[in-house]
């Protein structure tokens, strides 16, 4: 596992399902700011706009990512979130989501 994937690793989501992960940034930095996320299959399209809502927000060093849906069983995706820190360093973890029936 790369030091950039969350400690928790793939995930697994039912393609009804809509789901809220959350991130907490402690391992690598405090207080985010400015977070994004996209959303890949594996194919590496961004499919962000088909398969997210809503708005991305941070407080403390927890980063609330957009609710994730209408996912494709079968289908693998690539969450990448980036966030700057007090420094304005970047910085960007990942995590993956197999979708299943």
Same mark, same amino acid.
């Given at each position: 596992?790369?030091?950039? #994937?969350? =400690? /928790?690793?793939?995930? *697994?989501?039912? #393609?009804?399902?809509?789901? =809220?992960? $959350?991130?907490?940034? $402690? ?24 398969? =997210? +809502?809503? +708005?991305? $927000? ?17 289908? +693998?995706?690539?969450? /990448?979130?980036?966030? *700057? ?6 910085? /960007? ?6 979708? /299943?029936?």
């Amino acid at each position: 596992m790369s030091n950039r #994937e969350v =400690t /928790e690793g793939r995930q *697994t989501q039912g #393609e009804d399902e809509i789901i =809220t992960y $959350t991130i907490t940034t $402690t391992n690598w930095a405090s207080d985010p700011t400015t977070p994004s996320m996209v959303v890949k299959d594996k194919a590496g399209t961004d499919v962000s706009s088909t398969v =997210t +809502s809503g +708005s991305i $927000t941070a407080s403390d060093d927890v980063i609330t990512l957009k609710p994730i849906k209408l996912l494709v069983p079968g289908e +693998s995706y690539k969450v /990448e979130v980036q966030f *700057t820190c007090g420094s304005g360093a970047p910085w /960007e973890c990942y995590f993956w989501i197999d979708c /299943e029936a």
